[in-house]
C-alpha cells in the first residue's frame, strides 16, 4: 500500500467520481483508475462496484475509508508539526520559559532512558528543568 494509492482512495471516496478525483489530485482518470485497481489489489479488498456508469463504495470500502483518514490526517498532522520546527512556529526556544518542563515520563517508563530523549542544545543549557514523574 502507498501513500499516492490512499490519497486517490480517499479523494474518490469524497468526490464520488474518477473524473473529479482525478482533477482534485491533479492527475489523469486513467491514473487514478491505475492506482485505485492496485490498492485493491494490494490490500486484497474490492473497494467499488460499477453500476451503470457509476462507482459505488462497497461496505468494506467504507470501513477502510475510516482507517485510511486516519492514517492520511496522522501524515498530513506530521508535515504541519515539521513546517512550524522549521519555521519556529513549534518548540522555538525563545518562546519557552526557563522552567519549562521537557518532559513528564509515565511511571512505567524507565528513567535511565531520559538522557536519551533530550537534545543536546537543551542539554548543555542550564535554562530549562525536568521533571520525572
Known sequence: ????????????????TMTRAAEMLRMSQPAVS??????????????FVRRGSRLHPTP???LFY????????AIEGTVQAVQEIRSGRRGSRDKLS????????HHA??????PF??????RRSNDYSFEFA
Open 66 to 73: 475510516v482507517e485510511a483518514s486516519k492514517a492520511l490526517d
Open 98 to 105: 526557563s522552567d519549562w518542563r521537557i518532559a513528564r515520563l
Open 117 to 122: 530523549l533530550v537534545t543536546g542544545e537543551v
Open 1 to 16: 500500500m502507498r501513500l499516492r494509492q490512499l490519497e486517490c482512495f480517499r479523494a474518490l471516496m469524497l468526490h464520488g
Open 34 to 47: 491505475t492506482t485505485i485497481a492496485a490498492l485493491e489489489h494490494s490490500i486484497g479488498l474490492t473497494l
Open 109 to 114: 517508563f524507565c528513567p535511565w532512558m531520559s
Open 60 to 62: 468494506e470500502a467504507q
